[in-house]
Nanobody, 125 residues
Framework: QMRLVESGGGVVQTGGSLRLSCTAS??????????MGWFRQAPGKDREFVAA????????YYADSVKGRFTISRDAVKDTVFLQMDSLRPEDTAVYYC????????????????WGQGTQVTVSS
């Protein structure tokens, strides 16, 4: 089993920045083969893909809505994935979830096996 714990959410004004962290524990000896993703879910909406990174760090993927504003990265030594969020907008308000899968780099949430508990991000206008 792999356990994921997110942190770093909060309230920020439009145009501000936040950095989310997701620390993995448990099956970390196999994390090299994993794909780590960030998803978000706003009230009344489906959970949507935000960004993903191959644990090797070789490739990153972004939703069109966050390209150029968000950056995903990872610290292999600390088993931690980050989501740097800049130029935040009110529409970025959601609960952000960290997820992992050992299958493929994908935007499909159903392919992700492990999930964190989520962290709230609120962007005020």
């Amino acid at each position: 089993q792999m356990r994921l714990v997110e942190s770093g959410g909060g309230v920020v004004q439009t145009g501000g920045s936040l950095r989310l962290s997701c620390t993995a524990s448990g099956r970390t000896f196999t994390t090299y083969h994993f794909v780590m993703g960030w998803f978000r879910q706003a009230p009344g909406k489906d959970r949507e893909f935000v960004a993903a990174i191959m644990w090797s760090g070789s490739s990153t993927y972004y939703a069109d809505s966050v390209k150029g504003r968000f950056t995903i990265s990872r610290d292999a030594v600390k088993d931690t994935v980050f989501l740097q969020m800049d130029s935040l907008r009110p529409e970025d308000t959601a609960v952000y979830y960290c997820a992992a899968n050992s299958n493929a780099a994908t935007t499909n949430r159903d392919m992700y096996t492990y999930w964190g508990q989520g962290t709230q991000v609120t962007v005020s206008s």
